[in-house]
C-alpha cells in the first residue's frame, strides 16, 4: 500500500519568514495531494490540494509543489504569521471511485510561528 | 465547514464494553470515512463506506465494526473497548467524483 513520509515532524519559524514542509510517497500511481491544517483541538481543514497533471499551484500566501519523478510534494508557506501556527498534514490518494478514493496521510508536522 | 456531525463528542468508557460512535452528514456524500488519530501517527484509517451496505477494511481494522443503512449515518462500533483504542475520532465524507474529504469535529473517547 501507499506510504507518505513528511519531514520535518516540527518546524519554528519568525514570523514573516517563509516555512517548507516535505512528503514523499510510494505509490508512483497516487495522483492527488492534499494539504490539512490543524488547529489544537480542532479537525483538520482541507487547506490547498494538487493533483499529478500540475506542478504548482498557489493560493494567497501558500503553495504546493509537486515532482512526479522523485515522488515527492512540498507546502510552502510565504510571509508567515502567528496565526499560521498548527499542525499541518499531507496525504496522497489513486485514481477515482470506490477504494483509490482512499488518504494515507503523513505523520504531521508542527508549525509554530513567533512573534 | 460542511454538514458533518458526531456524537458523541466526549465518552468515556471502561474495558470490555461495546461503545458505538456516529457520523451524520446533510451533504448526501457518497463516501464516508472513520479515522482514528493518536500522537506521532498521524491520521489513520479505520474503515470507509462507498455507499448504503458497502464497506470496506482500512489500515486499522482490528476490533471495529461499521455499519451504513442511509446515505447520512455512518456508524463505528468497538465491539469491546480496550485501552489501546482511546483516541480521537474523525468521521470525513467525499463526494462521487471528488478526491476532496471534509472532516466532523471529532470523537475523544477514553477507555480505562
Known amino acids: 500500500g501507499e506510504n507518505v513520509e513528511q519531514h520535518p515532524s516540527t518546524l519554528s519559524v519568525q514570523e514573516g519568514d517563509s516555512a517548507v514542509i516535505k512528503c514523499t510517497y510510494s505509490?508512483?500511481?497516487?495522483?492527488?495531494f492534499p494539504w490539512y491544517k490543524q488547529e489544537l483541538g480542532k479537525r483538520p481543514q482541507l487547506i490547498i490540494d494538487?493533483?499529478?497533471?500540475?506542478g504548482e499551484k498557489k493560493d494567497q500566501r501558500i503553495a504546493v509543489t509537486l515532482n512526479k519523478t522523485a515522488k515527492h510534494f512540498s507546502l510552502h508557506i510565504t510571509e508567515t504569521q502567528p496565526e499560521d501556527s498548527a499542525v499541518y498534514f499531507c496525504?496522497?490518494?489513486?485514481?477515482?471511485?470506490?477504494?483509490?478514493?482512499?488518504?494515507?496521510f503523513g505523520k504531521g508536522t508542527l508549525l509554530t510561528v513567533n512573534p | 465547514d460542511a454538514g458533518i456531525t458526531q456524537s458523541p463528542r466526549h465518552k468515556v468508557t471502561e474495558t470490555g464494553t461495546p461503545v458505538t460512535l456516529r457520523c451524520h452528514q446533510t451533504?448526501?456524500?457518497?463516501?464516508m470515512y472513520w479515522y482514528r488519530q493518536d500522537p506521532g501517527h498521524g491520521l489513520r484509517l479505520i474503515h470507509y463506506?462507498?455507499?448504503?451496505?458497502?464497506?470496506d477494511k482500512g489500515e486499522v481494522s482490528d476490533g471495529y465494526s461499521v455499519s451504513r443503512s442511509k446515505t447520512e449515518d455512518f456508524l463505528l462500533t468497538l465491539e469491546s473497548a480496550t485501552s489501546s483504542q482511546t483516541s480521537v475520532y474523525f468521521c470525513?465524507?467525499?463526494?462521487?467524483?471528488?478526491?476532496?474529504?471534509?472532516f466532523g469535529p471529532g470523537t475523544r473517547l477514553t477507555v480505562t
Open positions: 470525513a465524507i467525499s463526494d462521487m467524483g471528488h478526491h476532496e474529504q471534509y
Open positions: 451533504e448526501n456524500h457518497r463516501y
Open positions: 494538487i493533483r499529478s497533471n500540475v
Open positions: 496525504a496522497a490518494s489513486k485514481g477515482s471511485g470506490g477504494s483509490n478514493y482512499k488518504l494515507t
Open positions: 463506506s462507498y455507499g448504503v451496505k458497502d464497506t
Open positions: 505509490d508512483s500511481a497516487s495522483n492527488y
